[in-house]
Every structure is written in C-alpha cells, then in structure tokens.
C-alpha cells in the first residue's frame, strides 16, 4: 500500500510565484524525502528531512515536517519555468514508499 | 562522472517474450532497486537488493525477477508470466538503509506490442 499521498494533484502558477506541495503519510518515519521528476525522466533527489528535525532549507526549497499531523510540506519560492516536474514525497520507515505525485506547472 | 546507467531507454517487446532491462551503477552503492511507474500510480517497488547475491520481492514481484551477481549491476528481467508489463521501469541505488536519498537512472519505457 501507497504510504504517502501529495496535494494537490496538479498545481499551475505564474513564474515569480511560490508554489506550495502538501504530502501526508500514515505510519511513523525515520525520514522524508522530495524528489522531482522532469516528464520521461528519471527521479531527481531534492532534499531528505529526518523525523526529529521540523524545518529545513536548500537554495530554493523550504521543507517542514509535522510528525504529529503526519504530514510535511515543500515550499519552492521564486518559481521558475524549469520548476515545471512533477514532485513526490518518499517516506522511509520499515519501508520507503513514494506518493503519487503533484504535478506543477509554471507558467512563463 | 558517478550515476547510474539504464539501457535501453525504449524497448518493445512481443507478447510470450522475455526482455532483460539493464542497470549499472558506479556509485559504489551496496542497495539497489528497481520500481515500476504507471500513470497516476507513483512508483511501486518491484525488487530490491542490499548485498550481492542476495534480492528480495518487493510489493509487485510477480512475473519479474532480477540477479545480483556484481556490486554495480541489477538487471530485471520482465517475464511472459507478466499480464501487463507495458510501463516505465525506474531503477536506483542508495549506501544503504537509513538516512540517505536514492539516485535514480533515467529509465526505460517498456511497450508490449
């Protein structure tokens, strides 16, 4: 069974605007990961946030963590076109499961 | 330059025939996987291995099988036992367990024909 679930499914937005992707899991993590994935490609590696940290950052990209609500984030500011992937979440605990996905568009 | 090789990147393949999809990797990475994507299914783990010579099924296995007989290969071999093999097939590799992303090959996109 799938372990996390992103939202929204489809995202589309203006270039300069910041785009926000939600990821919900259902068991306890020992990290979470975002990945992206331009279309016919492989996964790109983004950022792994462990379950006793609440925020991190890397260039562009703000992840937070809430263990209690099971749920995590992924904020990327000053979107640009090259932005435009799709995005999973992937959640290690006994097993690592990805989600299905948010798909964002940006718009030039 | 590290990273891991897929090939071929398409490939088509008749029905009742097996087809072998290749995976190197230079990355000195112990754990090695492969998933399968479909539209709107995100990945789904179809083998995975931590060691040589050793593999385990993962949540689709069936009608799939794979070998690791070297450190830096994986390959899947997709069966005629598979009723709908037609997909993209994603392999990746890590250190290990734990605290560490995977890096992943840029696919191959299998048609049954």
């Known amino acids: 069974s799938q372990q996390g679930e992103e939202d929204p499914q489809a995202l589309s937005i203006q270039e300069g605007e910041n785009a926000t992707m939600n990821c919900s899991y259902k068991t306890s993590i020992n990290n979470l990961q975002w990945y992206r994935q331009n279309s016919g490609r492989g996964l790109v590696h983004l950022i792994l946030i462990r379950s006793n940290e609440r925020e991190k950052h890397s260039g562009r990209l703000r992840v937070t963590l809430d263990t209690s609500k099971k749920s995590s984030s992924l904020l990327i500011t000053a979107s640009r076109a090259a932005d435009t992937a799709s995005y999973f979440c992937?959640?290690?605990?006994?097993?690592?499961?990805f989600g299905t996905g948010t798909s964002l568009t940006v718009i030039p | 330059d590290g990273g891991i090789t897929q090939s071929p990147k398409y490939l088509f393949r008749k029905e009742g025939q097996n087809v072998t999809l290749s995976c190197e990797q230079n990355l000195n990475h112990d754990a090695m996987y492969w998933y399968r994507q479909d539209p709107g299914q995100g990945l789904r783990l179809i083998y995975y291995?931590?060691?040589?010579?050793?593999?385990q099924k993962g949540d689709i296995a069936e009608g799939y099988s794979v070998s690791r007989e070297k450190k830096e290969s994986f390959p899947l071999t997709v069966t005629s036992a598979q009723k709908n093999p037609t997909a993209f097939y994603l392999c990746?590799?890590?250190?290990?367990?734990?605290?560490?992303?995977?890096?992943f090959g840029s696919g191959t996109r299998l048609t049954v024909v």
């Open positions: 291995s931590q060691i040589v010579n050793d593999f």
């Open positions: 990746a590799s890590s250190p290990g367990e734990g605290n560490y992303g995977y890096t």
């Open positions: 992937a959640t290690r605990g006994n097993q690592f499961y």
